[in-house]
């Protein structure tokens, strides 16, 4: 369930137009070579908070967004 949602997320977020337009690069873990502006969805954590009579999921996402070169 994490890794569809991930690939959901990231399908999600690359078909908006507004960060499409800003952002080189949409991804899954950190590029290692795209220009930037660039957004990664970089770790996730899933916990089970289901219950006798209901399923249930918590899933948490770090995004990391490099916009300038140090």
Do not use: C, Q
């Amino acid at each position: 369930m994490e890794i569809a949602f991930r690939a959901a997320l990231i399908a999600w977020m690359a078909s908006d137009s507004a960060l499409s337009v800003g952002l080189n690069a949409i991804v899954e873990e950190a590029p290692s070579r795209a220009a930037l502006p660039w957004l990664a969805l970089t770790a996730s954590a899933s916990t089970d908070w289901g219950t006798k009579d209901l399923r249930g999921r918590e899933i948490r996402v770090a995004l990391e967004l490099n916009y300038r070169g140090d």
